[in-house]
């Protein structure tokens, strides 16, 4: 198996970044957003191809995993929280 390129690894951060922001609960959406980010900031300095290739295997199955998350989450929604919704002006 070649070792991915730069390219397909940005292509794979962004796919989790966009399904991770389908989720339509707060907490969880927040939560895959911050984990993706923080899981690529500590794997970018990796060389050794065998540990890259296995960490982007881990990556799909992941985006797999968001992808059927954020179908089901959108099949039993949920209300918004208070930090989701627009401030509205009020009159003081």
Do not use: C, W
Not at 28 to 44: G, I, P, Q, V
Not at 58 to 71: P, S, Y
Request: charge should be positive.
């Amino acid at each position: 198996m070649a070792a991915p390129t730069k390219v397909q690894i940005l292509s794979l951060y962004k796919q989790l970044l966009r399904e991770s922001n389908k989720l339509s609960d707060y907490n969880f959406r927040m939560y895959a957003l911050r984990r993706t980010k923080d899981a690529f900031k500590e794997n970018k300095a990796e060389t050794n191809v065998t540990k890259i290739q296995d960490l982007v295997a881990k990556a799909k199955e992941n985006l797999d995993i968001l992808k059927r998350q954020a179908l089901i989450s959108h099949l039993f929604g949920s209300n918004k929280l208070v930090i989701e919704k627009p401030a509205t002006p009020t009159n003081i």
